[in-house]
């Protein structure tokens, strides 16, 4: 059965270090997501993501978040600088296409900043 | 006022028992209601959804909408200790682009 996949499952890193997460979400899938969550929080949704450009993105993604489809299999959730604060969860989804409501959501990478 | 709210509970039943998890909104834009589970330190998975107001059944889960009070649930029949996990109420408007959980209420059945 196809899955979402994301690597790394643990990254630890310091303040104020780049880190990308990557996600390989389901091969005829059309729409991507990226959540996070915070431990003992809530899944916050981050943003969303189609035709290779960015459908909708909350408060939290501000100008440190960036996204990119750089092929035709990966999609990734960039963090310029990270802070202590965006120690989480980040959990990447992907869906089929429009009218069909399932997102199918990865395991997860578990981001650390120390 | 918070998006979605959920009491995070936790709730403990016995195996057997008929589990009611709920959780209530303020958007009326929002349109189609899930429920996932999540196991620990795993991705969400979807369980039930329904569009706008109504009743869902599958298997031993039922979902339900009221639209009007702005307020759903799931119910769980027959609870078997497999069921333990974090339930999420999700919700989102046409777009289908910004999907809003709520916090997640533990559920723990005892054999």
């Known amino acids: 059965e196809p899955e979402v996949t994301q690597t790394p499952s643990h990254q630890v890193t310091q303040m104020g270090q780049e880190v990308i997460l990557r996600c390989v979400p389901i091969?005829?899938?059309?729409?991507f997501y990226w959540y996070r969550q915070i431990l003992g929080q809530k899944v916050e949704f981050l943003v969303s993501f189609y035709n290779n450009e960015i459908s909708e993105k909350s408060e939290i993604f501000d100008d440190q978040f960036s996204v990119e489809r750089p092929d035709g299999s990966n999609f990734t959730l960039k963090i310029r600088s990270t802070k202590l604060e965006d120690s989480a969860m980040y959990f990447c989804?992907?869906?089929?296409?429009?009218?069909?409501?399932?997102?199918?959501f990865g395991p997860g990478t578990r981001l650390t900043v120390t | 006022q918070k998006e979605v709210e959920q009491d995070p509970g936790p709730l403990s039943v016995p195996e057997g028992a008929i589990v009611s998890l709920n959780c209530t909104y303020s958007n009326s834009a929002f349109q189609y209601f899930m429920w996932y589970r999540q196991y620990s330190r795993k991705g969400p998975e979807l369980l039930m959804y329904?569009?706008?107001?109504g009743n869902k059944e599958d298997g031993r889960f039922t979902a339900q909408v009221d639209k009007s009070s702005k307020y759903i649930s799931l119910f769980i029949r027959d609870s078997q200790p497999s069921d333990s996990a974090t339930y999420l109420c999700a919700m989102e408007g046409y777009n289908n682009n910004d999907m809003r959980f709520g916090a997640g209420t533990r559920l723990t059945v005892k054999p």
């Open positions: 989804a992907s869906r089929t296409g429009q009218g069909s409501y399932e997102q199918y």
């Open positions: 091969s005829n899938h059309l729409y």
């Open positions: 329904t569009y706008s107001s």
